[in-house]
């Protein structure tokens, strides 16, 4: 980030709009902006972190509209105040604007319109702009505010650095300047995420869609068997039918059986009419049953019926005054006898009353619907309770007339086992044993058909769950590789950290102590400086011996300058270094040393000095980098602040 | 510094640098958030995107 200019409008004592540029030039890469105390450099100092973040503390800093604007806008209008930034970052131009309005509310008071916006405008070399959507989140991928203090800050406060107890300071330091958290944040999101697929993947547990493939083989191959069998069933089936009637066949062609033949054939036939009217009674018994149930609810019906005929008798039902009827009334405020309705009145409260006991319209025709189409069920539902009876007893009927048939072939077979010609007895008992095998094998493929029905059941339920868990398998498969690439990416991480931290650490260590040793100056009791393991930032005297807490306060601030320059340019941070009161503490020698090589390690200086700080020799020193100079004005009259441009 | 991070990782297998590269892209965009919201899906997002990829390759 490299700044270009910045517009003040209304903002704490800068009245109106206010503009400066900065210079950016790389061989007049300093700024300054002098003032004297009051003049607003703090305010102006402080503009560069309000329009980037909107940090402000009221409390502390005071407000940020100018007083003069709003004492002099009439009440009820809004009052802006705005600071407009334009910088350059990797080869773009962008403009960024954060605006806050207030309203004055009476002479004395005025309140803020919502918080502050913030706009962020991409500008290209054509002119072309566009809009950044989420302008605080482009900014904080610039330059967090987590880093900003490092870039911005009060010269006299930095000296923080280097006081015994700071190391968790420094740590923060380098940390966020040089993003070893953007490492530390990876490895603890990917160990998180490692640890998510390895639960996932544990409740996926393997083996389930082996054992329903052995399963559904099993079942597969015992279809198969059962299949095989029926149709060596129905074979059979079919012999024994053929064995059968020729046996019959035989015994027909006997004179003396002849007779019997016939009437068995007869009885047969009788027996399978029978059977087959058992099968249709039952038939229509189960179709009545089906549509029993108004038969079933029929006392409930009545019941219903009755009540709301007694209602309707009583005139209940439909009530005699509609319920939109007597409100349409009170609504009106008159009756239809032009009779005045005055709430209060007796003739309201009668009303009212009235309106607490009707009922609604909807519920009235719902419950005349209802009573008709209760009157209408039970006058057409018919006796079916009577017609199953009926049906019962003709299926009872049935059943006895085929127990008869069946005893009667039962006695044509005994009496044909007693013949007295043998090939008659002996046809009837091979007759006889085929039909019991013939028995036998329909039993079995009846067993067979249901036993094939069952297994095509659990074949397609496996087939189903085995589509499930292959889905599961294939999640499972993809997961165990999420998982790897997770753990490698972990690990990976996890071994570059502390390794990068420890690096960047020591390149630090060794800048800082080349810009120290630039800045150092030659009365100066202490020579070089260590940045330890712990982030503790010691320094060292010119007999090697640590020496931290013999610094000045000025001595510290050097040190802490060069502590922060060296994680800047470490960083490669292409930020501008905007210091408050650099100088203040700092007495002639630090002072000429630092104004004489600090332009040179930087890519922009901007500096708000007082008429104190810039000494002679000094301003010597910084003379040739100088490419823009302003002054804060302030005047007492006004209240007001203006910047001057001085070259 | 995003680029010496990225260069952290170049001796890594060339799925674990797509997935640090974007991962870490990421957690540079959040680092101002103290909790970023749902980046762990995110992230999986990420890696179930590369390890698919691969799937999808072999």
Redesign the interface.
């Known amino acids: 980030m490299k700044l270009e200019s910045m517009r003040l409008y209304n903002f704490r004592q800068f009245y109106g709009e206010q503009r400066i540029r900065f210079s950016v030039d790389k061989k007049k890469n300093v700024t300054i902006v002098n003032g004297v105390m009051g003049a607003g450099k703090t305010s102006l100092h402080r503009a560069f972190v309000w329009c980037l973040y909107g940090e402000w503390d009221e409390q502390t800093r005071g407000q940020i509209v100018n007083k003069r604007a709003i004492n002099e806008s009439p009440l009820n209008v809004k009052v802006e105040t705005s600071v407009q930034m334009v910088f350059t970052h990797a080869g773009e131009r962008y403009t960024a604007v954060r605006t806050l309005q207030v309203v004055k509310t009476s002479e004395s008071t005025w309140q803020p319109l919502g918080e502050s916006g913030l706009s962020l405008t991409k500008i290209t070399l054509s002119g072309q702009h566009e809009t950044i959507r989420n302008a605080q989140?482009f900014l904080?991928?610039i330059l967090?505010?987590?880093v900003s203090p490092y870039f911005f800050f009060d010269g006299e406060q930095i000296d923080e650095f280097v006081k015994p107890g700071h190391e968790t300071k420094v740590k923060s330091a380098v940390r966020n300047v040089?993003?070893i958290?953007?490492?530390e944040?990876?490895r603890h999101?990917?160990d998180?995420?490692a640890r998510?697929?390895q639960k996932d993947l544990k409740s996926r547990a393997s083996g389930r869609l082996q054992l329903l493939l052995v399963t559904k083989e099993g079942a597969q191959s015992e279809l198969d068997d059962a299949q095989k069998r029926l149709e060596e069933l129905r074979t059979e089936k079919g012999l024994a039918n053929k064995q059968i009637e020729e046996l019959n066949e035989r015994l027909r062609q006997i004179e003396s059986v002849k007779e019997w033949e016939e009437k068995k054939r007869g009885v047969q036939s009788q027996l399978q009419s029978c059977e087959k009217t058992r099968e249709r009674i039952w038939a229509e018994v189960k179709d009545l049953v089906n549509r029993s149930y108004v038969q079933m609810s029929m006392p409930v019906i009545l019941k219903a019926t009755k009540l709301l005929d007694e209602k309707r008798e009583r005139g209940e039902i439909p009530p005699g005054i509609r319920e939109q009827f007597i409100q349409d009334l009170i609504n009106r405020g008159e009756c239809i006898c032009k009779r005045p309705i005055i709430e209060g009145s007796p003739e309201h409260q009668h009303l009212a009353r009235l309106l607490q006991r009707s009922v609604s319209t909807y519920l009235t025709n719902a419950v005349v619907q209802c009573a008709g189409d209760l009157r209408s069920l039970a006058a057409n539902t018919g006796d079916t309770l009577g017609q199953i009876k009926e049906r019962m007893v003709e299926k009872a009927k049935m059943e006895d007339d085929i127990d008869a048939y069946s005893q009667e072939l039962t006695d044509i077979s005994q009496h044909l086992l007693q013949f007295d010609v043998e090939e008659v007895r002996l046809l009837e008992k091979k007759r006889k044993d085929h039909q019991d095998r013939l028995y036998s094998i329909i039993g079995d493929i009846g067993r067979k058909e249901e036993r094939i029905e069952v297994l095509h059941r659990a074949i397609e339920t496996s087939q189903r769950d085995i589509e499930k868990a292959q889905v599961t398998e294939k999640r499972a498969r993809?997961l165990q590789?999420?998982l790897?690439?997770?753990t490698?990416?972990h690990e990976?991480?996890d071994r570059?950290c502390d390794?990068?931290a420890a690096d960047m650490r020591k390149r630090i260590q060794t800048e800082a102590k080349q810009i120290f040793q630039r800045l150092v100056w030659k009365e100066s009791q202490f020579q070089d400086i260590c940045l330890s393991e712990d982030y503790s930032l010691e320094v060292l005297d010119r007999w090697g011996l640590p020496a931290r807490r013999e610094l000045s306060a000025g001595e510290r601030q050097v040190l802490s300058l060069a502590f922060i320059i060296a994680m800047a340019r470490v960083?490669?941070?292409e930020a501008p270094l905007v210091v408050d009161t650099p100088f203040g503490r700092l007495s002639s020698a630090p002072r000429q040393s630092i104004t004489k090589n600090i332009p040179e390690l930087l890519e922009q200086l901007i500096l708000f000095v007082t008429d104190e700080e810039l000494h002679k020799q000094a301003r010597q020193n910084l003379e040739p980098r100088i490419g823009a100079e302003y002054e804060l004005r302030f005047d007492q009259e006004t209240g007001s602040a203006t910047v001057a441009q001085l070259n | 510094?995003?680029d010496?991070?990225r260069d952290?990782?170049k001796e890594?297998?060339a799925?674990?640098q797509e997935?640090?590269a974007k991962?870490?892209d990421l957690?540079?965009?959040?680092?101002?958030l103290e909790k970023p919201r749902g980046?762990?899906d995110e992230?999986?997002n990420i890696?179930?995107a590369?390890?698919?990829g691969?799937?999808n390759e072999t």
């Open positions: 989140n904080e991928f967090p505010s987590s040089l993003r958290e953007v490492l944040r990876a999101h990917l998180a995420v998510d697929y993809r590789k999420s790897s690439l997770a490698r990416a990976a991480v570059m390794v990068f960083a490669g941070e | 510094m995003r010496r991070i952290l990782f890594c297998d799925d674990v997935v640090l991962v870490l957690e540079w965009a959040r680092l101002s980046i762990i992230i999986k890696v179930d590369q390890a698919g691969d799937e």
